[in-house]
């Protein structure tokens, strides 16, 4: 098939890449969103997936958004069979969805209705699922309402990060887009509608969702952690200053009961307190310096009694 590719993320590229490699679809063009200042010399940068069709040698279009009328031309223009897409970042209007032959065909990493949205792989570890997956379904004018065309599932390991299992589900989920673009062309494949139930939503984490809650009970605080790892990155503060938090792992038995953000440390490590026992911090970043041993830091840091994250 004639294929446009829409995606923009670093998640998005092993599916460019593996489309690329199959030799079976042709690639035509990208739509990515469009370059952005980042870092701290706010340098322009393009989006992974615009750099990866560079370097491919392939067209790339970063319209502002897909109601684009100038956008809308291109693809007319291209006409493509289908236009694959994961996490491309904009909505899609009918008058663009109807514009390729088999729709836009979306690769959504949960297994829907479960977790429609922005962020499913970090909800789905917050609220402890023990499976997640991908679903491939073709686009609509919903937040991932629409028809189904494929599954894959992959548990969710212990001491999985978002970014650990985004990037298992962005590799396998290459595999799945892979195979229903391949069932499509043969007419093999079937949308099926979602059902109505099971439907649960995750919405974008901003920097203020990723605040830790000490408050909480260390398994929901060690899962917050984890669901916001790597990006946008769990954080708290200490005397006013903001402390990002890397890696934690819960207290072992017999750890002592400490109040919600007391600070402690022995032999076992650095453990912080919260709604029942203690967790154990394995790396954080203080104000102003790179991500360190949290041990390494406490030694230095010449803490007062008490002292507590807050």
């Known amino acids: 098939m004639r294929l446009i590719f829409a995606g923009t ?15 079976r679809h ?59 897409v994961v996490a491309y970042g904009h909505l899609v209007p009918r ?3 109807d514009i390729p032959t088999h729709g836009w065909i979306n ?3 949960s297994l829907l209705p479960a977790w429609r949205g922005a962020a499913p792989v970090n909800a789905a570890i917050e609220a402890g699922d023990a499976v997640t997956g991908a679903t491939t379904f073709r686009l609509d004018e919903g937040m991932d309402t629409g ?5 894959m599932t992959e548990a969710i390991r212990p001491r999985d990060t978002a970014g650990d299992l985004l990037g298992r589900l962005s590799v396998a989920g290459a595999g799945l887009l892979v195979a229903t673009l391949d069932a499509l062309e043969t007419g093999e494949l079937r949308a099926v509608p979602q059902p109505a139930e099971g439907i649960s939503h995750a919405g974008k984490i901003t920097v203020d969702d990723a605040r830790v809650r000490w408050a909480d ?23 006013g200053g903001r402390v990002k938090i890397g890696s934690v792992r819960p207290a072992d038995e017999g750890a002592p009961h400490l109040g919600p953000g007391r600070i402690e440390w022995d032999k076992r490590g650095v453990l912080v307190g919260t709604a029942t026992s203690p967790v154990v911090v394995e790396t954080l970043q203080p ?6 041993s949290a041990l390494d830091w406490v030694r230095g840091a010449r803490l007062e009694d008490g002292a507590a994250f807050v």
Do not use: N, Q, Y
């Open 107 to 109: 690769l959504h990493f």
């Open 95 to 97: 008058p663009v969805l």
């Open 287 to 292: 104000p102003g310096k790179k991500m360190m």
């Open 217 to 239: 009970p260390a398994l929901a605080v060690d899962r917050h952690i984890r669901s916001v790892t790597p990006a946008p990155g769990a954080w708290t503060t200490l005397d």
């Open 147 to 151: 028809p189904v065309l494929g599954t």
């Open 26 to 84: 042709d690639v035509v063009a990208v739509v990515s969103r469009p370059d952005a200042r980042s870092g701290r010399g706010r340098s322009v940068s393009r989006s992974p997936v615009a750099a990866a069709a560079d370097a491919a040698g392939i067209e790339v279009l970063t319209p502002p958004g897909a109601r684009d009328p100038e956008f809308a031309d291109r693809l007319r223009e291209l006409a493509p069979d289908a236009v694959p």
């Open 9 to 23: 993320p670093e998640a998005a590229v092993p599916s460019l890449e593996a489309l690329l490699a199959g030799g």
